[in-house]
């Protein structure tokens, strides 16, 4: 197991003595990376646009492409499927029409696109056939429905488990379908288990030493306002290479700003002092994934 912060230092190390280390650019030796990642399904297409253009405005600032990472669930492309799902179906066919839409122009415009399941069911007691079925199933979807740049079927390579219900069972059946990466567990760590790198989902410090994962939801849950959020924010740039930032395509709000809002304003004042450089989940695993396997 690797502590992700001792491992990057390491590997800042290595570049300022001049030494390479594949996987990493000169681009990013003088700036701190920022990984946003949202659990969210597809039935909002406004908040998709806002999405777009807002990921736009810190490419034009920082003046370097600015990718997102979207785990989705493969319900919102259907009005109903068998068992049912937690989040529901598009209401119409029309609707399902537009989200695939909406999706395919992300991954036109450099977004990851991630497995958040097909039907948003808790997994954590699943056995490895029910894992390996649900799974299966949604990149058969995404296979049907979506292209990468280079007109080839699209083929998502990063996990997060639904409700954050993991287990061993979902870590064998991921690699066995040929992904990269999960990043469902709470921690600080990057580890290999079956060929799969494993990601923690890193537990931000508050200003009364305690913790709270870095995703709005459990934000919320704990009712952090938006100034803390924005200091915690501050704090954890300087803790954590690259930053990891969860959110979900939700509203919640304590104190003036909603949390997205507060997300907003400290990634665009950062990019706008040209000191943060916004990678997607599956570029910084690549960039590490030979030091883990």
């Given at each position: 197991m690797?502590?992700r912060?001792?491992?990057?230092k390491?590997l ?7 030494e ?16 946003v990642c ?6 909002t297409?406004?908040k ?8 736009n405005e810190?490419?034009n600032?920082?003046g ?5 990472s979207?785990?989705?669930t493969s319900?919102?492309f ?6 049912g ?9 029309e609707?399902?029409?537009?989200n ?11 977004h990851?696109i991630?497995?958040?399941s097909v039907?948003?069911k808790?997994?954590?007691?699943w ?12 990149d058969?979807h995404?296979s049907?429905f979506?292209?990468d740049?280079t007109?080839?079927?699209?083929k ?5 488990a639904p409700?954050l219900?993991?287990?061993?069972n ?6 066995d379908?040929?992904?990269t990466y999960d990043i469902s567990k709470?921690?600080?760590?990057v580890?290999n288990?079956d ?17 709270v994962l870095?995703?709005?939801y459990?934000w919320?849950v704990l009712?952090?306002?938006d100034?803390e959020?924005e ?6 740039l ?5 930053l990891i ?11 003036a700003?909603?949390y997205w ?7 665009r004042r950062?990019a706008?002092?040209e000191?943060?450089?916004i ?5 910084y695993?690549g960039?590490?994934?030979?030091k883990t396997?």
């Amino acid at each position: 197991m690797i502590n992700r912060r001792n491992f990057m230092k390491g590997l800042v190390g290595l570049i300022i003595l001049g030494e390479t280390t594949e996987g990493f650019s000169e681009q990013y030796k003088d700036k701190k990376r920022v990984v946003v990642c949202f659990d969210t399904g597809v039935r909002t297409p406004e908040k998709w646009e806002e999405l777009t253009q807002f990921s736009n405005e810190l490419a034009n600032k920082t003046g370097a492409p600015a990718p997102f990472s979207f785990y989705i669930t493969s319900c919102d492309f259907f009005t109903h499927l068998s068992g049912g799902s937690d989040t529901g179906f598009a209401k119409s066919k029309e609707n399902a029409e537009r989200n695939v839409k909406i999706i395919q122009g992300m991954i036109n415009n450099g977004h990851e696109i991630g497995s958040h399941s097909v039907r948003h069911k808790n997994g954590e007691k699943w056995n490895y056939n029910q894992w390996h079925q649900e799974i299966k199933e949604f990149d058969e979807h995404i296979s049907r429905f979506f292209s990468d740049k280079t007109g080839k079927s699209y083929k998502c390579i990063g996990f997060r488990a639904p409700y954050l219900g993991y287990n061993d069972n979902m870590h064998k059946a991921l690699s066995d379908l040929k992904y990269t990466y999960d990043i469902s567990k709470p921690g600080d760590f990057v580890k290999n288990k079956d060929g799969l790198t494993l990601v923690g989902l890193p537990e931000y410090k508050r200003k009364n030493g305690k913790i709270v994962l870095g995703m709005d939801y459990n934000w919320h849950v704990l009712k952090i306002s938006d100034v803390e959020l924005e200091s915690i924010l501050e704090k954890e740039l300087e803790r954590y290479d690259p930053l990891i930032i969860s959110m979900h395509n939700s509203r919640w709000q304590h104190g003036a700003r909603c949390y997205w809002d507060t997300v907003k304003d400290f990634l665009r004042r950062h990019a706008q002092n040209e000191d943060i450089k916004i990678i997607s989940m599956g570029e910084y695993v690549g960039s590490i994934r030979d030091k883990t396997l």
